[in-house]
C-alpha cells in the first residue's frame, strides 16, 4: 500500500467534500498517511460544510501490525473490518449496517 502525504489525504478529501455537495456518495479508499490528525482534518472540513463523513478502516494482519502502528492508522474509525471476515459479503454487511445507523441508506440493515 503506498502511503500518501498529509496534503494527498487533505486533497482527496477535498475532492470527495466538492462531489459530496453535488449529490455523490464518495468511497475513497487507501488514504493511509502517516499523519493521523490529516484524517482529522477532512472530518471536519465535511463537517464544516455539512457533508457527512464516516472513516472505515480494514485492519491488516497480526505480522504487519507493526507497520500499521507506524504508519499511523487512525485511532478512532467510524467502523473497523477485522481481516478474519470469511467473505466479502460480511465487511459489506457490516458497511451498509452503518451506513443504515447513521440514515445515509435506508432499507439495509
Request: glycine share 6%; with cysteine; proline share 6%.
Amino acid at each position: 500500500m503506498a502511503v500518501l502525504e498529509a496534503v494527498d489525504v487533505r486533497q482527496t478529501g477535498l475532492t470527495a467534500e466538492v462531489l459530496a455537495r453535488n449529490g455523490v456518495i464518495v468511497l475513497v479508499s487507501s488514504t493511509a498517511a502517516p499523519y493521523t490528525d490529516s484524517g482529522e482534518v477532512v472530518r471536519e472540513r465535511h463537517g464544516r460544510s455539512g457533508m457527512h463523513f464516516l472513516h472505515v478502516h480494514m485492519t491488516t494482519s497480526t505480522a504487519n501490525s507493526d507497520q500499521s502502528e507506524v504508519n499511523g492508522f487512525p485511532c478512532a474509525p467510524d467502523l473497523v473490518i477485522r481481516p478474519s471476515a470469511p467473505t466479502t459479503s460480511q465487511p459489506a454487511s457490516l458497511l451498509l449496517e452503518l451506513l443504515a445507523e447513521k440514515r445515509f441508506v435506508v432499507g439495509a440493515a
